[in-house]
């Protein structure tokens, strides 16, 4: 009995010691886990534009392998660019393509995105690429999201019928292209509209020219075409080139 009682009066300190540390911990942890409960981290995805978007361009070349992307019209606010191309492969692998450019002084950038993977100089190219997404973002020097862009990229081949990924625009050529086109939204407009912008900017990109005949339908108003210079409005949705096509109230 005095060996216990001994033993008790020796280590009682030190059981009550770890007893206080554990409810410390306890009632830290609880209020650590309340304040992140009250205070959730801020979603950047759902990012307040601070910045206007960029004009983009994304090309395909003949063989529908690689995509130049063109980044136009950066705030010069802006201090880094990132860029992701994700997309699914015919055997229903998804990759993606992505990269930061520092645009510091810069208001365009441009950029060759591989629909494959390549090393030491050779390049494997994935076949049926298709489901195709790309997201620009745009931050200051400290890191903080100021816009985000994301579109839709169709891109096909020997299709008389160029539409969208959203469904709302499409080009009917008048014969069945050659070689691969794409059709995507390209942010900010080339220049000025002439009037209210109802839809898009949609542009329809291809490496074999812009001397294509067609039909444009698209929904919003009187259409447009971005000619290089200006804007040329279509009759009846009828036009005789590619290129950026808007409409306006």
């Not at 009995?1 to 830290?28: N, Q, T």
């Not at 990229?153 to 969208?164: G, H, I, M, P, R």
């Not at 209210?196 to 009187?222: D, H, I, R």
Request: hydrophobic share 35%; aromatic share 8%.
């Amino acid at each position: 009995m005095e060996f216990g009682h001994f033993f008790m009066k020796s280590y009682l300190p030190i059981f009550l010691l770890v007893g206080g540390l554990l409810v410390v911990s306890l009632v830290g942890f609880a209020v650590f886990n309340l304040r992140s409960r009250e205070a959730p981290v801020e979603n950047e995805e759902e990012v307040t534009p601070s910045v206007p978007a960029p004009f983009i361009t994304l090309t395909p070349d003949s063989a529908g392998r690689e995509l130049t992307l063109n980044v136009s019209k950066i705030d010069q606010t802006v201090a880094s660019l990132e860029y992701e191309l994700v997309y699914n492969t015919q055997a229903n692998v998804l990759q993606g393509v992505p990269g930061t450019v520092d645009v510091t002084g810069q208001t365009s950038i441009s950029r060759q995105l591989t629909l494959g993977t390549c090393s030491s100089g050779v390049c494997r190219y994935d076949k049926g690429v298709k489901d195709i997404t790309l997201t620009i973002r745009l931050r200051n020097k400290s890191g903080k999201l100021l816009n985000k862009f994301s579109s839709g990229v169709a891109l096909s081949t020997k299709e008389k019928n160029l539409t969208s990924a959203d469904g709302k625009f499409t080009f009917a050529l008048d014969k069945t292209p050659v070689g691969y086109y794409v059709v995507t939204q390209t942010g900010a407009v080339p220049s000025g509209p002439p009037g209210e912008l109802t839809s898009g900017p949609y542009g329809v990109f291809t490496s074999g020219g812009t001397l294509q005949s067609g039909t444009v339908t698209l929904e919003g108003g009187k259409i447009y075409l971005w000619d290089g210079k200006t804007w040329q409005e279509l009759s009846d949705g009828k036009t005789k080139m590619l290129g950026v096509f808007i409409a306006t109230q």
